[in-house]
Structure formats: C-alpha cells, structure tokens
C-alpha cells in the first residue's frame, strides 16, 4: 500500500528556494527602478506591494515621469 506522500502529488512538488525567491523580488525591485521609481520608495515597499505595482508597468511609468 502506498503511503500518502506518495498518492498525493500535490506533496511531491519541489518547493521554492529561498535564494530563488530573493532574486526574484530583488528583479522585481530593479523593475521598479528602471520605471522610474526612486530607490528609496521601492527600498521601503513590502514584496506584495512591489507585485501590485508591477501588474500595471504603464501606470507606474506614468506616475513616475517627470513633470
């Protein structure tokens, strides 16, 4: 009989690293600096809020764009 780790495949996925998270929020940040966000604002956001921001890459260009 096989035991559940191995029936449930849904277990047997590899997980996400913590180095391969941290790259990707650290792309994530840079993203948001080529946008044109000061380093300092992005410094201070949480990685969830760094994710809604970049959902609309526009958005952020235009309200980062000089005046």
Sequence with gaps: MASTQARNKNRN???KSNSARNKRQ??????LVALGMD????AAMN?????E???YPA?????????
């Design 59 to 67: 958005k952020v260009a235009k309200e980062c764009a000089p005046k």
């Design 26 to 31: 650290n792309d994530h940040r840079k993203r």
């Design 13 to 15: 996925r590899p997980t």
């Design 47 to 51: 990685p969830k809020e760094v994710r």
């Design 39 to 42: 380093e300092a604002t992005v």
């Design 53 to 55: 921001k970049l959902k």
